[in-house]
């Protein structure tokens, strides 16, 4: 069992309380889950990478899971969340560490590399693209010309309002659309069938949706949400940082099906100079084919490989 011999522990960092998934002993790797998820997602990289000489650490980010989840939407931008990773690591008397990040895991990544590179020895991060600040605009409103009103973050700004829809569908049912959506076109929510019944493929088991609802559903989703009710307040704050570089060893991962592939432009700032320019260090990127969002849990030890390949340079 993949599970096995991962300890638990709360440590006290930045103000909150986090729950943080340990596994293993060596070099640290800090691995950084996204929305809607938690530790868990990692729970084949933590033991694959303990099994190869690392000690995995896999937090829940504030918000979610057993991590305290602070009420106020202000309390969740990107220097809140780095914040508690450099608290946790002075806690842990981590010096510096590999980082892996997913979704907004890899937003926050990118964030925790800009602020602290001094932390960090080398990045692998996944479906996400460093995006670098726009001056031109807040995302919300970018978001809003590119895809209407109906797209899932312009849904997600409303206090209480997705919250409720929500609750209303149920957390086990709308982890399987997400989780298991493999639609490379924008999420406008109107558009998605929530009442579908949804088959679960090979890499996620029943188990496996009712160990994350019964957290979420503890937690609930404001925390989780108001990442997304932030990114304006991260595009005022980050202003000292427009134009700065990321100048950490990268190795970028993306699945051919993943949606965030898809948003304007992210191919051709990828492949075409754009990426490299904004990290200068960025030294791989993969592009596996048939695989969607959720890379990490969808091509588990393929990941754990990619990761561990890349690291050992460092």
């Known amino acids: 069992m993949e599970g096995e011999?991962?300890?638990?522990?709360?440590?006290?960092?930045?103000?909150?309380?986090?729950?943080?998934?340990?596994?293993?002993?060596?070099?640290?790797?800090?691995?950084?889950?996204?929305?809607?998820?938690?530790?868990?997602?990692?729970?084949?990289?933590?033991?694959?990478?303990?099994?190869r000489g690392y000690r995995a650490i896999a937090p829940d980010l504030r918000g979610y899971g057993d991590t305290s989840a602070p009420s106020a939407a202000a309390s969740y931008t990107v220097f809140h969340i780095v914040g508690d990773l450099i608290a946790l690591l002075d806690a842990l008397a981590i010096s510096q560490v590999?980082?892996?990040?997913?979704?907004?895991?890899?937003?926050?990544?990118?964030?925790?590399?800009m602020m602290r590179p001094d932390r960090v020895k080398a990045l692998v991060n996944l479906s996400v693209a460093f995006i670098p600040r726009n001056p031109a605009g807040k995302p919300t409103q970018q978001f809003r010309s590119f895809y209407g009103d109906d797209f899932y973050v312009c849904r997600f700004q409303e206090p209480g309002a997705i919250e409720a829809e929500?609750?209303?569908?149920?957390?086990?049912?709308?982890?399987?659309?997400?989780?298991?959506?493999?639609d490379v076109g924008p999420l406008l929510l109107s558009e998605v069938d929530f009442e579908a019944e949804v088959a679960l493929p090979s890499?996620?088991?029943?188990?496996?949706?009712?160990?994350?609802?019964?957290?979420?559903?503890?937690?609930?989703f404001t925390g989780p949400v108001n990442y997304y009710r932030?990114?304006?307040?991260?595009?005022?704050?980050?202003?000292?940082?427009?134009?700065?570089?990321?100048?950490?060893?990268?190795?970028?991962?993306?699945?051919?099906?993943?949606?965030?592939?898809?948003?304007?432009?992210?191919?051709?700032?990828?492949?075409g100079g754009g990426f490299k320019r904004d990290v200068p260090m960025l030294e791989e990127v993969v592009v596996m084919e048939g695989v969607a969002h959720f890379i990490n849990q969808e091509k588990a030890h393929e990941i754990t490989d990619h990761i561990c390949d890349f690291i050992r340079r460092f």
């Open 203 to 220: 890499w996620l088991s029943e188990e496996d949706i009712d160990y994350f609802t019964s957290k979420l559903d503890k937690s609930g």
């Open 5 to 51: 011999g991962v300890a638990h522990r709360m440590v006290e960092a930045n103000g909150i309380s986090m729950h943080v998934a340990e596994k293993g002993e060596g070099p640290a790797v800090l691995l950084l889950h996204g929305f809607p998820e938690l530790w868990y997602s990692w729970r084949h990289q933590i033991a694959g990478l303990a099994a």
């Open 230 to 271: 932030c990114l304006d307040l991260n595009w005022e704050l980050g202003a000292p940082w427009s134009g700065v570089q990321i100048q950490v060893p990268v190795k970028f991962i993306i699945g051919d099906q993943d949606l965030t592939y898809y948003f304007p432009g992210m191919k051709e700032y990828i492949h």
């Open 98 to 113: 590999y980082v892996v990040g997913h979704d907004w895991g890899a937003q926050i990544a990118w964030s925790l590399c």
């Open 166 to 182: 929500f609750a209303r569908i149920g957390t086990g049912k709308l982890l399987r659309i997400l989780l298991c959506n493999r």
